[in-house]
């Protein structure tokens, strides 16, 4: 028998796949689209406002080795989400990847946490959408995959789904997130049931679970403290760079990874440990 195909080119080989990724056109989703775009992987990316998406495919565009383009959506409500899918069934018949990345945060006081922005608005974006978007491209996931070139499911989690404190320097003084953390626990469990739900059927379910990366949700801290005070309690010294978020998710979407489903793996430079010390995080 031969010895199988190890080199790089043929693991990590994504060329002429198909992916979707929500809330694509900024931060973290834009990294990971960007990084299958430069690998010959045809790319849309959705979001609400058709200028940033604009800017978004333009850029991406500058390196990418494979279609880049975009569909204006808002995947906030069931409707939103049906009609993201319904528009991207008009253009292809086949999906090979979904980047569940859409999400939304909320401060406030403990005392006077509002409702609809701060707890349904929250969960319809983090979670309803992941499910809606899943269930709704199912069939096109699952058309001609197998368990060698299985489609591929990545969900956009948080740290903050494994950690409890709500009140940081990444909102506002005496703010917390207390809808953003639950959310991202439920993001993490709802992988685990869609990686039962679609293993059968040769599709894989995994999540992300960022740290702190530049994006639209952690600006309001780097503007605060600056980012060498969140460097300052990270053991590696820096916060994530679009070359860690694109190398985990190519991994993912890889044959390296198509006998990896329901994992919850954790990007964050080890920053988890580094809070156990005597937090330079009291210091922002």
Known sequence: MSAPDLSVQTLYNIKGKIALVTGGSSGI????AAAFAQNGCKVY????????LKEAVAEIKQKATAPVDYIVANV????GCDALVAEF????SKLHILVNNSGI????????????????????????SIFYMTSGLTPLLTKDSNSHDPARVINISSTASVEPASE?????????????????AAVNHLTSQLAVKLGPQHVTCNAILPGVFP??????????AGEE?????????RVGTTQDMGGLALFLVSPASAHVTGAHIILDGGARYGRSRAAPAAKL
Request: aromatic content about 14%; charged content about 25%.
């Open 29 to 32: 989703g834009k990294m990971i």
């Open 168 to 184: 940081s320097p990444l909102s506002r003084p005496g703010n917390g997130t207390w809808s953003y953390q639950p959310s991202k």
């Open 229 to 237: 005070a969140f460097n300052s309690f990270q053991p590696t010294g």
């Open 215 to 224: 994006s639209r949700m952690t600006a309001f801290g780097f503007k605060q």
């Open 105 to 128: 945060s909320w401060g406030g006081p403990y005392d006077d946490f509002p409702e609809d922005k701060g707890w349904d608005n929250v969960f319809a974006v983090n979670v309803k």
């Open 89 to 92: 069934k008009k253009r292809e």
């Open 76 to 79: 906030g409500s069931r409707a």
């Open 45 to 52: 990316i959705a979001s609400r406002k058709e200028s940033q």
